[in-house]
């Protein structure tokens, strides 16, 4: 992975360690704030994913997706 999805990560992650429950792309992109590289949920929701696939993330399939750090 790049440095700049590190940094998104990072981002994101600090929102979900601060969530008392899983939240959505919308919901984190929305506490994430401005910024030029996390733009959509789409984006979000693709970083958390390849998160996912090494265990820091858990995506709960529901309608919609719900993601939260895994414990």
Known sequence: ????EFDQYDRI????ADADEPLTAREI????GESTDLDSPHRVA??????AEY?????????????????
């Open 29 to 32: 992109l929305a506490l994430v």
């Open 1 to 4: 992975m790049s440095a700049g």
């Open 46 to 51: 693709t970083v958390l994913g390849r998160w």
């Open 13 to 16: 992650r600090s929102v979900l």
């Open 55 to 71: 265990g820091e993330v858990e995506v709960i399939a529901d309608r919609p997706y719900r993601y939260r750090l895994e414990t």
